[in-house]
């Protein structure tokens, strides 16, 4: 046993997803994949993928303007259909109340458009700052918008958490940042074979807020 006090690393901020981390899921990505791709071209993608992810949004900046506007109607119909149904995700409440308590910075990054995160605001009623959307370029897995919070925030990457339920996204964005991660994987979907290999592995998982809450607690040292 060591008689050397534990050094905790100083957290001074914590950058959430939004859908299907601070929100429940609802979207039905793959049904939208297919509706914006066409069957056929969802599945040569899928098949030549080597986590099975999409980019959706990388494929379609590669398309003619009339085939984009195309794609990006059906997107915000998938969207929007998401936020008809949009729910706090359990837990979500506590958490920021706890990160409040300590005085540690909330930011947001998310693929969805900046209405959705305006509508997500008004029905949680606590703010995350900055919060930035899809219209923030290039977007996450881009390291370029937590780079963007940290340096608003003056903080640097590695005193940051970054947590989200898409390893490619997410854990992707925060790890090329520089930042903590953590992945949020409710149904352990994340530990299925496909994903031994990928290039960037989550430093911490959980499956739920509340885990989150007390991995935050206990592992680190919480001064803004
Ligand atoms: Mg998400």
Redesign the pocket.
Known sequence: MSLQPTIKSRIRGVVF?????LTV?VIDFPAMYKAVLGKDQYFNIIASSPSGGIDILHHIEQWSPDKQQKAYEIIADFEQQGLDRLQIMPGAEDLCGFLNSRNIRRGLITRNVKSAVDLFHEKFGMSFSPALSREFRPYKPDPAPLLHICSTWGVEPNEVVMI???LK??VACGKRAGAVTCLLDETGRYDSPKYANVEHKPDYKVSSLAQFHSLLESTFDLTP
């Open positions: 997803d939004m859908d299907g981390t899921p989200g339920d898409s996204d997410d």
